[in-house]
């Protein structure tokens, strides 16, 4: 993701200040020098043959559920000073699968990030949980939410049987939509469908028709598909 300016250095000259001033008080205050708190969780169920994120394919009983969140607030806490001068604006829990986390551990995680910001949090901190399709039922998802999630990313990749076992991944055409539909029925407002383009398969490199089109595809067999974010990654 690209970084945002969320501040303006330019000082306004002295006969603009006035206009801008009833402007600014009229807006709602925003977070000042915002950060957002990225939390990796580094476990899935097998690994994709194109990722080289920190990921390792780890048995469902063997993944260290509470000694990680253990973890994850202990650096928490090691870190804290660096981030005094600013305010949350998001938290990121990214992988990895981080909807196999339990939720109860997850959400250990968020309330911890919350004390450390008390009073230096923006009025509504996105809170995002990136979930695979086989990792994401009605349930799971209403879990998440409940630990303090407030949007979802699924990892989709695509909607062709062919290039999603090209890729690697483990869920069909039918269950990232069933995944989507399980996030959306959770009653968390902001999904978002991850897309990857560009995929060189035996026959062919798709081409951006194809994946403009198959964007389409997944806005249109999603049901609820208006509340789904569509990102699209290149695959190099
Ligand atoms: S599920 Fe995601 S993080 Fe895990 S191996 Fe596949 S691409 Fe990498």
């Known amino acids: 993701m690209g970084s945002r300016n969320f501040v303006s250095v330019e000082e306004p000259r002295r006969n603009e200040r006035a206009p801008q001033e009833r402007e600014a008080r009229s807006r709602p205050p925003r977070a000042r020098n915002p950060i957002g708190v990225y939390v990796h969780f580094p476990y899935c169920r097998r690994k994709c043959p194109y990722c080289d994120f920190v990921s390792y394919k780890t048995e469902l009983p063997d993944i260290p559920h509470t000694r990680y969140a253990d973890a994850v607030i202990a650096e ?17 829990f990214g992988g990895g699968t981080p909807s196999l986390w339990e939720p109860r551990e997850l959400g250990r995680v968020v309330r911890a990030v919350e004390r450390a910001f008390e009073g ?5 901190v996105e809170i995002t949980v990136e979930c695979n399709p086989t990792s994401l039922d009605v349930d799971r998802a209403m879990a998440l939410r409940d630990a303090g999630a407030n949007r979802l990313s699924v990892g989709v990749q695509a909607l062709d049987a062919d290039r999603l076992a090209f890729l690697g991944r ?3 055409p039918d269950e990232a939509l069933r995944a989507l539909e399980a996030a959306l029925a959770s009653g968390i407002e902001r999904v978002s469908a991850d897309l990857i383009f560009g ?6 490199v798709e081409s951006p028709t194809e994946a403009a089109e ?8 999603c049901a609820a598909c208006e509340n789904v974010v569509l ?3 290149a695959c190099l």
């Open 76 to 92: 928490l806490d090691a870190r804290l000073s660096s981030s005094a001068e600013h305010e949350l604006a998001t938290m990121f």
């Open 120 to 124: 230096r949090s923006a009025t509504d």
């Open 170 to 172: 483990e869920h069909t």
């Open 199 to 204: 995929v060189a398969t035996a026959t062919a």
């Open 214 to 221: 198959e964007a389409a595809e997944t806005r249109r067999a």
């Open 231 to 233: 990102d699209l990654a």
